[in-house]
């Protein structure tokens, strides 16, 4: 596999067998890889390091590559972790959550929070988070696999 820079996109760092590992989707998926790299900044000669989501090139594909920055990956794996962390004690409540408080959690981040709160604005939310939390049984080996992982490289970085 050939990962190609881009204006708007240096590779530095690929996984470029992502497809054979990305879940329940390895070997059949139209993700190829996975890079972090250098991504142009909003200011002349600022860089960003940021994650692509590399799909294949054929025409098939129905989404482009995705660019994310890397702080971006960090929120969504925190977002990740706080809906784990809820679904573990959502039993508790009728409709897995509670309507009267949607919110989950904020965290403290830069000076705010980040709200995290179930999307009351879904008109099938209550079937939709059913659905989510089978989804997210059903796939709990595969989660718990990649949080170990993770865990084990933030203790080997010193954040424990």
Known sequence: MNIH???NHKPVIVSENYGEVDGRFAGATEVRALSLGLSQGNEEGQANVAARVWRD???Q??????ELPIHRILDLSILVCSAL?????????EQLYDPQNP????????GSAMT???????EQIHEDIRLFNEALSD???MIGERLRTLTRALKELGYE
Not at 85 to 93: K, L, M, P, V
Not at 103 to 110: D, E, K, W
């Open 139 to 141: 796939n709990g080996e």
């Open 57 to 59: 090139a054929d025409e």
């Open 116 to 122: 995290v709160a179930v999307c009351t604005d879904n």
């Open 85 to 93: 962390a809820h679904f573990s004690e959502a039993y508790r409540y």
């Open 103 to 110: 919110v989950i959690g904020r965290i403290g981040l830069q």
């Open 61 to 66: 594909a129905t989404e482009p590559s995705l």
């Open 5 to 7: 820079a881009s204006m």
